[in-house]
Each structure stands twice: as structure tokens, then as C-alpha cells.
């Protein structure tokens, strides 16, 4: 290659990792894989030198993205570094090498840890006590997030034991799998649109401005370092790990301490081979140089620690033909695309179909009928489409186009505006009822045992239910002509639709699968609105003054509840001995009987929930604003304007100790 052809690759490969450095820590959505980047930055880095082509904003010159502008910008006072990536058992045993070179006769150990695929963040404790939570952002200045990482239950807001004075954590947000893929699903149902993994997941979500949607979302935390001031430089990693489980933090459980490279060696073939067995996603081990006063000696490039190295497993990907995409109805009649595969084997399970999410996801992907595709385990759990795999000569199928028409009810489809995901609006389309029926008597809504998947679709198809009430009018004669439905089991069904009936007013709320209501928004709009006749009258601003109830909640509770059809329906349960109203929690004291509350910033223990049910249950009220009225204020940490108002009007503010000796 010559000059001219070397600059000339030089400046794509920039603006490519630039764009792909944007995509991934501004948006937080990738686009390529890691492995992808790491190999094109290598090759940018490698001309970069051969050429002398050096630029002082070339991406090989920084670590990572730049700050976010909605959050304060923090400088970290040590930097936060990267780690030097390698796919290679033999670079591993050149890092060996370097090592033991640059130490000449010392002896030293290494400490073999997970790497947890997620988001770096930074802690700071100041007397014991959460002051500063924050993103890695360029290396050296981030986001402060701190209201976002005090809702990680992982994250200690006061640390246990007889901490330093101030002392930095380091560690890692991320999600596990299951609560991922049930999040993700979730969304889908809902129209929202889907996460590609739990690392963007979990980018996503500590970049919301709103601490109260992140505190709802799983992110946990894993740390892995821990910087103190007193920097005697005397510890080993190991001895870090031990005492930061001491002052409360959750730490790598699967650390290994390694007497040499061998050992790393065993650990990574270890957990190359059981990584898809972990609750939450691994994509390599990382291996540190045990002993903390090396670190010196061995020192860092620009970006990277020499005494580290992070061993990379590759992705586990397979590549295969995909002969058809079908479309799924869900519960809410969002229809989800689905790739129908040739059968391959990714991970240990073989993979026939993917998902494609939405329209939009196919047609950026450019993803058609008869493609050989690069098809992933997301998470290790959901298999999806990653890209086309193009043939030089092969012609192709036609691009995907979403029909006109449901393809399981032939109803008229719609997208709404705002929303990636097309809907099938007829309530009696099959697929809908059958999931509505799933969702109905599943264990945290009605809980009706034996009414799984395939009696309710046996139930559907000899339309014995077509909706809810109609359950409670079967009788065992209706079902014993049913396959595989003998006398006993359809006794037992009977028997457990009757005992649905004792299910408290939240469950039914549940049950019902109103968009947007989840277990946790019918639990409280079930507290706010004891019966339905409350909930039916209320407004959507009164619905809006829940807590955890925003517009677009309320406007969905309020579309349901204005439909006549589903309040025929309610009456209909409600005739047929359903639970319709809150039984009201006995009073525990009526010591705060008359008294007006006022909740601001974060508890150190309490939820907000829990603090209003337990002022509630001794006779107490909950308001949302401070005014001469209000006969406490009880503040947290970040307390803000309310606090301000209350202090001017000389109100009684009390802590969460104070609160406590009050209702002992
Ligand atoms: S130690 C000097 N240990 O990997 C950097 N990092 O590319 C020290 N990571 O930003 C990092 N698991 O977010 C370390 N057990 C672990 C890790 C880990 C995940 C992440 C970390 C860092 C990235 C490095």
C-alpha cells in the first residue's frame, strides 16, 4: 500500500470508529461487534504507524466517547482506563513475557476475574457515605450519575464495617439475562422499542434522566477495584476484592488467584466452556498482576494498564440460511417478525428461529428471504439476526414489507404514531385471546393451575372461552371431551378456576392485562383506588398523582376503562364472585391519625411505597406538596425545593431514624 492509498484507508477507518464510538457510548446502540472494532482499530493503528499518519483526534488517540451533555461533567481524578484486548492464547503468554521481563527476578502472582459485560461506572464514599456516581465517558471526565446509580441495590449507599475515610470503587453496571430478555419482552409487548443486548441495556437506562424508570430497570453491579488514598500500594488484588465484599459490595465470585500463566490458561478454557451457564454475560477473563506494588514498575500506555490484560471469548455466532419470516401476534397484537432458520447449532441448543423485532430492524439489516445470515445468541439466551451475509454472484429475494393485514384475523394492521411495532386492533383475534387467557391464569395474575398453553389453546379453538367470564361458567363436563383431559384433571381445572375467585382486587387489576400495567402499577393503583367503581371514576390526572404512574399509564387505564366492552366484562366478573375491591389494610395504630406527610428524596432504607403504607397503616396521610398543612416532611438524601419550602415555612422535617422511633 502506498502513501496515498494508506491515507486515503486511514481516513475511512477513522470516520468509521468514530461513528461506531458514537453509536456506542452516545447512543448506546452498537454498530459492530466488539471484536469487529477491536480489528479495525488495529489496522488503523498499525497504518497510523507504518505511515507516520498520526492525528491528535484519530479514535486510536482516546478511549472512548465523550461525556453526554445532560448530566454535570466530573473529572476523575485517577483516570479510567481501558484494558488491552486480546483473542489469542499466544498474546497472552507475550503479556506473560513482557511482565516477567519488565520485573526482572520478582516473583509475582495474577488474579484471574470475569469480565462482566457492561458499563464501567465509578464510585466515590466519602465518611463511609455515597457521594458521587459516574460514567467512564472519555477516561478522564464522565457523567455524574449519581442519581441513577443510588437506585442500583447492589451499590452500598453507606458501606459496612470501618471504611477509609474517602476511598473510589470501581466496578461494573450490567444486567442479568433473565431479567433482561423478561424486560425486553416486556417492551416489545408494549410496542417500545427492544434493547439488542443487556450491555446497551444497561447504557440505555443510566443515561435516563428520570432516576425513578432506572430504579425499575435490573441493573446490578460487580465491583473490581478499589482505589484508597492512603495508596501505601501494599495490597494485592486479591486483598482489594476481599475487603471490598467487607464493606458491602458484591465481587467477582469466580476470581481465581493464579501462581503463573498456566493456571490463566485452565481459567479461561474453565470458563470458555461454562460462561453459558452464568446468570449474566461474560465475554472474556481479565488477568491483573496480583500484587498492587508492580503496578508502578510495570506502568501504562496512553490507554492501558501494562499490568492487565483482558482475554476476549469470541461471540458465540453460526451462520445460516434463512428460509422465511413469520409474524407473531402478541398478547396486545404487536406483531413481531420472526426469522425461520435452517437449523443450526449456536451455543449447545440448536436454533431454528430468531427474532427480527420490528420492520424497521429487517430493513436496516436489509435482512431477505433466502439470505445466508450471521445469526447470535443476544445474552446467550434470545437468538437474533446480526447481519447478511452477502453473496458475491447470489440474487436475492424481495425486501421484507410488513402486510396490510394480520395474518392470523386478516384485520386491518396499524402503526400508531410513535411507535415502531404494527398492532392488530381486533380484540378477538385468535392469537390475542389465546395469550389475553395465558396472561389471565398465569401464576402472578390468577394463578390457575393446569391452564397452560395447551388447554388454553384447546379452549379457544372448540370456543369454550372467548373471553375471561367465560371461564367461570365452564364445568367439568365442558372439558372432559377435551384431548388428553380425563375426569380428575378437569375437576382440578374447575376446582382452580373457583379459587381464582378469592384473588385479591390487585391480581384481578393484573389479570385483566391492561396495556402498561404491570404487577407493580396495579399493586399501587389498587392502594390509591380501592374498587373498581374509584378506579373507573377517576381521571387521568388523579391516576397521574401515583407515584409510579405517568401519562402514558394513565391515558392506557383510562382507554381501557372507557371501552363499554371491558366494563360489560368487569361486570360480568364481578357477578360471577370476583374481587373487585381493595380489603383495606388494618390500621396498626391510629397515631398519625389527621397527619399530613410529605415524602422527599431518597430514604436511606425504605422505598417511598413502603414509607406511605407504613404511615398509611397508622392512620396517616401521604400528600405530594409542602404547605402549611403539612404536619411533617420526612426527607432523605437529594431532598430538594420541597425540603427548601419546608424549611421556609418552619415545618418539621425528620429523618428515616426519626421516622422509625416514631412508629416503634
Ligand atoms: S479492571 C484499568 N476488571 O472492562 C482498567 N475491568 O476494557 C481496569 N471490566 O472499562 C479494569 N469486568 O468496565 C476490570 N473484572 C473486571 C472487569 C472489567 C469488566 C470492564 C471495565 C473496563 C473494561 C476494560
Known sequence: MNHAQASERVRELRTLLNKANDAYYQDASPLMSDREYDLLLEELRQLEEEHSLFSPDSPT????????????????????????????????????????????????????????????????????????????????????????????????????????????????????????????????ENGETVFANPRNATAGTLKLQDPSIVSRRPIRMFAYDLLLEDGDGERTQKEKLDLLEKLGFRVCEHRSLCPGIEDVHDIIEKWGRLRKNLPYETDGVVVKVNEERYRDILGQTAKAPRWAIAYKFEAERAVTRIHGITLQVGRLGTITPVAELDPVLLAGTTVKRATLHNEEEIQRKDIRVGDRIVVEKAGDIIPQVVSVVLQEDGERGGSFGMPEACPACSSKLVKLPEEVAWRCTNNQCPPQVRSRLEHFASRDAMDIDGMGEAVVDQLVTEQLVTAFPDLYRLDADDLIPLERMGEKSAANLIASIGKSREKPFEKVLYALGIRFVGITVARDLARAFPSIDALTDATEEELCAIDSIGPRIAGSVRSFLDQPDNLDMIRQLRELGLTFESELPETASDRFSGKTFVLTGTLPTLKRSEAQAHIENHGGKVTSSVSKKTDFVLAGDEAGSKLEKAKKLGLTIITENDFFEMIK
Open 61 to 188: 488517540g482516546r478511549i472512548g466517547g465523550q461525556p453526554t451533555r445532560e448530566f454535570p461533567t466530573v473529572t476523575h481524578p485517577v483516570p479510567m482506563l481501558s484494558l488491552s484486548n486480546t483473542y489469542s492464547r499466544g498474546e497472552l503468554d507475550d503479556f506473560d513475557r513482557r511482565v516477567r521481563n519488565l520485573l526482572g527476578h520478582k516473583s509475582y502472582s495474577y488474579m484471574a476475574e470475569l469480565k462482566y459485560d457492561g458499563m464501567a461506572i465509578r464510585l466515590r464514599y466519602e465518611k463511609g457515605r455515597l457521594v458521587l456516581g459516574a460514567t467512564r465517558g472519555d477516561g478522564s471526565q464522565g457523567d455524574d450519575i449519581t442519581a441513577n446509580i443510588r437506585t442500583i441495590q447492589d451499590v452500598p449507599l453507606t458501606l459496612s464495617g470501618r471504611p477509609a475515610d474517602l476511598l473510589e470503587v470501581r466496578g461494573e453496571a450490567y444486567m442479568e439475562l433473565a431479567a433482561f430478555a423478561k424486560m425486553n419482552s416486556a417492551r416489545e
